[in-house]
């Protein structure tokens, strides 16, 4: 079974130009969450899907941030414009939403460097 | 709100000799915990979980981790670590949303093991 797949792996970019990162969940997996990883800190959720809506967006910067899931499947994430401090690991995981608990299954990550 | 704390940031230990990584969570109700580890580049593997019976869970690689209470702890212990170890762990408790779960994190703990 494929897993979480993310492009690009790594990005570099100036501040105030604009990145969009892409995940592909794995096949069947109804809910999408972005995670942003500091240097140093733990994965912090960004957003997360439920097909193409959305469930949880309470830590995501919507001043820059935008994400979307088109047909419930892919899911982008945008931003626009760049700071200093969005220098980090953007993580995509995906789960099912049957069962008591529905692990979630990470990609790779893309790392943003920004100048 | 839920956290979750990981006193340890880093823990050097020789290949062979017991590990064990501490986790303090807060959640107001009975935690879904868990544990991950990321290794360079890599995404986040689950290595065990709780959510409730018994309170010591084994999981893959040998790990095992038991959930104590009254210490509002989840501890991660390996009896014998192996130079593949090294990596980072992290531990999450979880609280349940429309159709999947809100991971929050712990800031990680950096596992070096000396040969």
């Known amino acids: 079974e494929a897993g979480v797949a993310q492009s690009p792996r790594y990005k570099i970019i100036e501040k105030r130009q604009s990145v969009a990162f892409w995940c592909n969940p794995i096949s069947g997996h109804a809910t999408l969450y972005w995670y942003q990883q500091i240097l140093g800190q733990g994965p912090k959720l960004l957003i997360q899907f439920q097909n193409n809506g959305v469930v949880d967006d309470s830590q995501l910067p919507k001043d820059r941030f935008s994400a979307e899931r088109l047909k419930g499947v892919d899911s982008t994430l945008k931003i626009q414009p760049a700071k200093l401090e969005d220098s980090a690991v953007y993580l995509c995981?995906?789960?099912?939403?049957?069962?008591?608990?529905?692990?979630?299954?990470f990609g790779p990550g893309t790392r943003l460097t920004v100048l | 709100a839920q956290s979750v704390t990981q006193p340890d940031i880093h823990i050097t230990v020789s290949e062979g000799a017991s590990l064990e990584l501490r986790c303090n969570y807060s959640y107001g109700a009975t935690p879904y915990l868990f544990w991950y580890v990321q290794s360079p580049g890599q995404g986040l593997q689950l290595l065990l979980k709780?959510?409730?019976?018994?309170?010591l869970v084994q999981g893959i690689k040998g790990f095992e981790a038991e959930f104590k209470r009254s210490q509002s702890s989840f501890n991660l212990r390996k009896p014998s670590v192996h130079w593949s170890d090294a990596a980072e762990y992290f531990c999450?408790?979880?609280?349940?949303?429309?159709?999947?779960?809100?991971?929050?994190f712990g800031t990680g703990t950096q596992l070096k093991v000396e040969l």
């Open positions: 995981a995906s789960s099912t939403t049957t069962g008591t608990y529905n692990e979630q299954f």
């Open positions: 999450a408790v979880a609280k349940r949303t429309g159709g999947g779960n809100k991971l929050t």
């Open positions: 709780y959510f409730s019976g018994d309170t």
